[in-house]
């Protein structure tokens, strides 16, 4: 069983930065998976970045999702917002176990990008 929190979000003006992070808990979390997914309202719930390792990775020069193995969590560093941003976003864990996917998911946290 993986628990997983996000924290983070919040009201930020166009152009602006949000950092938000993932406190995962749980046996063999170094073992799945993470990412980050997105839905806003009336929308479908659509993945926005992933990381198997420890390190970063960067997407589309404005989103960069990152992981800290020994603390267990995922962050997602989101610059030059945009209104089209807003959603409520959500970290995922999960992993392949003999033949059968594992998925756990956060609670999720609202990002509202606006003047």
């Known amino acids: 069983q993986v628990q997983l929190v996000e924290s983070g979000g919040g009201l930020v003006q166009p152009g602006g930065s949000l950092r938000l992070s993932c406190a995962a808990s749980?046996?063999?979390?170094?073992?799945?998976?993470m990412g980050w997914y997105r839905q806003a309202p009336g929308k479908q719930r659509d993945l926005v970045a992933t990381?198997?390792?420890g390190g970063s990775i960067n997407y589309e020069g404005r989103f960069t999702i990152s992981r800290d193995n020994a603390k267990n969590t995922v962050f997602l560093q989101m610059n030059s917002l945009k209104p089209d941003d807003t959603a409520v976003y959500y970290c995922?864990?999960?992993?392949?176990?003999?033949?059968?996917?594992?998925?756990?998911w956060g609670q999720g946290t609202q990002v509202t990008v606006s003047s």
């Open positions: 749980g046996s063999t979390v170094s073992m799945y998976t």
């Open positions: 995922s864990a999960w992993r392949l176990r003999l033949g059968k996917l594992d998925r756990y």
């Open positions: 990381i198997t390792s």
